[in-house]
């Protein structure tokens, strides 16, 4: 845990020494005691007092993409086979010395650019795997 100095801290949060004295007595801003009897500010203290609207709903906004996915959901691994049969594409993927298979389309398979020793995600939901490139 990082611990600033007063007079640091007051800087970083735009006001003046004595009114961070006066916000630590009001217990407005939390405070830790040295063993000297100083007192210094939590930088998660400065983090909480400096956030914006803005930094507050980034914060609070849904993940998107991979990160929207659960992670035991989500394999990383490394394709191993590719066997192509018309329209179909068997991807062999070695995820930590297991093979996970997977049936998908063939223009899928040419999209993502899997080809054998390319990084991907096996996706696993219900009975299905799907390939996401890594």
Not at 47 to 64: F, Y
Request: with cysteine.
């Amino acid at each position: 845990m990082e611990l600033l100095k007063l007079k640091a801290a007051a800087k970083l949060i735009s006001i003046s020494y004595p009114t961070l004295k006066q916000w630590i007595y009001q217990a407005k801003i939390s405070s830790v005691k040295t063993p000297g009897g100083h007192h210094r500010i939590p930088r998660s203290e400065i983090d909480r007092l400096t956030e914006t609207k803005e930094t507050k709903a980034l914060k609070q906004r849904k993940p998107v993409g991979l990160r929207a996915i659960s992670g035991r959901n989500k394999l990383l691994g490394t394709v191993t086979g590719l066997q192509f049969d018309g329209l179909l594409a068997q991807v062999t993927v070695d995820v930590g010395g297991q093979e996970v298979t997977s049936i998908i389309t063939r223009g899928s398979c040419q999209e993502l650019g899997i080809r054998k020793g390319v990084r991907v995600f096996a996706l696993i939901k219900a009975t299905e795997v799907m390939i996401i490139r890594g």
